[in-house]
């Protein structure tokens, strides 16, 4: 059965679309042409009018949706601009949404690590410690902000506890009861952030250890999955993806809800730089990444590579 590439492609036990693909774009307050972002090769920042052109290029690729992340010219201790109108990322999801319409799943990421001048993922309390409750305040006014700009997903992505329940309230008491959720369940403090630290020039001093996941622990995964479904969320997520494919997998074969996983920029990082040195395959590493993050049991991948792989598939 793997003799021919017929017998290979008919015995095959998991495929790959353009629909089940994800793609993170980034858009940058006050650019006036996109940037490339260093560590992250072929990846921009984007500005309010490029980002339209990527939104036609994912609808003309087929790929399932664009999860946008914003960029802003200030930040302070609450992340303002997060729940602001005009602020970027707001700004950037009726940008997309009016581009794309319902031809492309419009996702936001809903935190405050972009935003905040201390770089953290929530409000700090007098003690310099994330103060879950009153982050969760935080994030309700930024549900309510980001699907009124017309986000058709939330990607939740702070890991504090509650976070799904109060942003399911929020929503359903302001209108909204059909934007769905994707709670990043099992996020874990990965060093494969590294990259991305740059892309949303991070003010990060320190480490989110306090409120991510431990590398060290599988069940957790499961656990805070589990607790994310009872409290509403439509998807789970568990990021990073090549790294936790055991913790995927875990949470794949309980979910009763679509589970998703990130390929986050770390890992794109990896296969670009050996590619580059001449060490493997390219486009070989990023066809059997995502086949193995599909095979694990995810439903649908966030990867930097959509669009590239979608003109493959396709």
Same mark, same amino acid.
């Given at each position: 059965?793997?003799?021919?590439?017929?017998?290979?492609?008919?015995?095959?036990?998991?495929?790959?679309?353009?629909?089940?693909?994800?793609?993170?774009?980034?858009?940058?307050?006050?650019?006036?042409?996109?940037?490339?972002?260093?560590?992250?090769?072929?990846?921009?920042?984007?500005?309010?009018?490029?980002?339209?052109?990527?939104?036609?290029?994912?609808?003309?690729?087929?790929?399932?949706?664009?999860?946008?992340?914003?960029?802003?010219?200030?930040?302070?201790?609450?992340?303002?601009?997060?729940?602001?109108?005009?602020?970027?990322?707001?700004?950037?999801?009726?940008?997309?949404?009016?581009?794309?319409?319902?031809?492309?799943?419009?996702?936001?990421?809903?935190?405050?690590?972009?935003?905040?001048?201390?770089?953290?993922?929530?409000?700090?309390?007098?003690?310099?410690? !994330?103060?879950?409750? +009153?982050?969760?305040?935080?994030? =309700? /006014?930024?549900? @309510?902000?980001? $699907?009124? %700009?017309?986000?058709?997903?939330?990607?939740?992505?702070?890991?504090?506890?509650?976070?799904?329940?109060?942003?399911?309230?929020?929503?359903?008491?302001?209108?909204?009861?059909?934007?769905?959720?994707?709670?990043?369940?099992?996020?874990?403090?990965?060093?494969?952030?590294?990259?991305?630290?740059?892309?949303?020039?991070?003010?990060?001093?320190?480490?989110?250890?306090?409120?991510?996941?431990?590398?060290?622990?599988?069940?957790?995964?499961?656990?805070?999955?589990?607790?994310?479904?009872?409290?509403?969320?439509?998807?789970?997520?568990?990021?990073?993806?090549?790294?936790?494919?055991?913790?995927?997998?875990?949470?794949?074969?309980?979910?009763? !809800?679509?589970?998703? +996983?990130?390929?986050?920029?770390? =890992? /794109?990082?990896? @296969?670009?730089? $050996?590619? %580059?040195?001449?060490?493997?395959?390219?486009?070989?590493?990023?066809?059997?990444?995502?086949?193995?993050?599909?095979?694990?049991?995810?439903?649908?991948?966030?990867?930097?590579?959509?669009?590239?792989?979608?003109?493959?598939?396709?």
């Amino acid at each position: 059965m793997r003799r021919t590439p017929a017998l290979r492609r008919l015995a095959a036990e998991t495929r790959v679309h353009p629909a089940e693909l994800i793609l993170p774009v980034f858009v940058r307050e006050g650019l006036d042409a996109p940037r490339p972002i260093e560590a992250m090769p072929g990846v921009m920042q984007h500005t309010l009018e490029s980002v339209r052109q990527v939104a036609r290029d994912a609808v003309a690729a087929g790929i399932g949706g664009i999860m946008l992340f914003g960029v802003p010219a200030t930040r302070d201790a609450i992340g303002s601009q997060a729940d602001h109108p005009e602020g970027i990322l707001n700004l950037a999801i009726a940008a997309v949404h009016e581009e794309a319409g319902d031809q492309l799943v419009v996702q936001a990421d809903l935190c405050l690590d972009e935003f905040t001048d201390h770089g953290h993922c929530g409000v700090l309390d007098a003690a310099g410690e !994330v103060d879950n409750d +009153a982050t969760l305040t935080r994030y =309700e /006014a930024i549900a @309510i902000t980001q $699907a009124r %700009a017309g986000a058709a997903v939330l990607g939740v992505s702070g890991m504090m506890d509650g976070q799904v329940a109060a942003v399911r309230t929020a929503l359903d008491e302001a209108g909204h009861a059909d934007t769905a959720i994707l709670a990043y369940s099992a996020k874990y403090a990965s060093a494969f952030y590294g990259p991305f630290r740059e892309a949303v020039d991070s003010q990060l001093s320190g480490n989110r250890r306090g409120y991510q996941q431990d590398p060290a622990n599988r069940r957790e995964g499961v656990r805070e999955a589990a607790l994310d479904i009872n409290e509403g969320a439509d998807i789970v997520m568990v990021k990073p993806a090549s790294t936790y494919l055991d913790v995927l997998s875990d949470v794949a074969e309980m979910s009763p !809800v679509p589970v998703w +996983a990130y390929q986050v920029s770390g =890992e /794109a990082a990896m @296969i670009e730089a $050996a590619a %580059a040195n001449g060490w493997i395959d390219r486009r070989a590493a990023i066809e059997e990444s995502i086949v193995s993050i599909r095979r694990a049991g995810a439903d649908a991948v966030l990867t930097y590579f959509a669009l590239e792989l979608a003109g493959w598939l396709r």
